[in-house]
Nanobody, 127 residues
Framework: QVQLVESGGGLVQAGGSLRLSCAAS????????MGWFRQVPGKEREFVAG????????DYADSVKGRFTISRDNANNMVYLQMNSLKPEDTAVYYC????????????????????WGQGTQVTVSS
């Protein structure tokens, strides 16, 4: 059983920053890629950022490139999403997820490739 717990969401003004955290337990964390996704009510879930199992490669949605940074701490089973220069369109529920494939050598942006998901944390950016 894998558990993922996100934290760090909240209300912030446009241009501000937030750092999301995801604590993982129940599986060998350091051998699976991790991803962050977000969803707005009425819209499909979208890929935000991902990082390979050893942290050697990252990938980002075009909409967040240059503003968001994903990182991981395998010693403490944590993954982070640093979000800078936030915009109102970043408002969503943010989810972390763990890849279903052992040591995938690249980041997949497909939600179907992720096996376990957290409960989400709300990020609201006011204009």
């Amino acid at each position: 059983q894998v558990q993922l717990v996100e934290s760090g969401g909240g209300l912030v003004q446009a241009g501000g920053s937030l750092r999301l955290s995801c604590a993982a337990s129940g599986r060998t964390f350091g051998t699976y890629a991790m991803g962050w996704f977000r969803q707005v009510p009425g819209k499909e879930r979208e890929f935000v950022a991902g990082i390979t199992w050893a942290g050697g490669s990252t990938d980002y949605a075009d909409s967040v490139k240059g503003r968001f940074t994903i990182s991981r701490d395998n010693a403490n089973n944590m993954v982070y999403l640093q979000m800078n220069s936030l915009k109102p369109e970043d408002t969503a529920v943010y989810y972390c997820a763990t890849d279903r494939r052992f040591k995938r050598p690249y980041v997949s942006p497909q939600g179907s490739e992720y096996a376990y998901w957290g409960q989400g944390t709300q990020v609201t950016v006011s204009s």
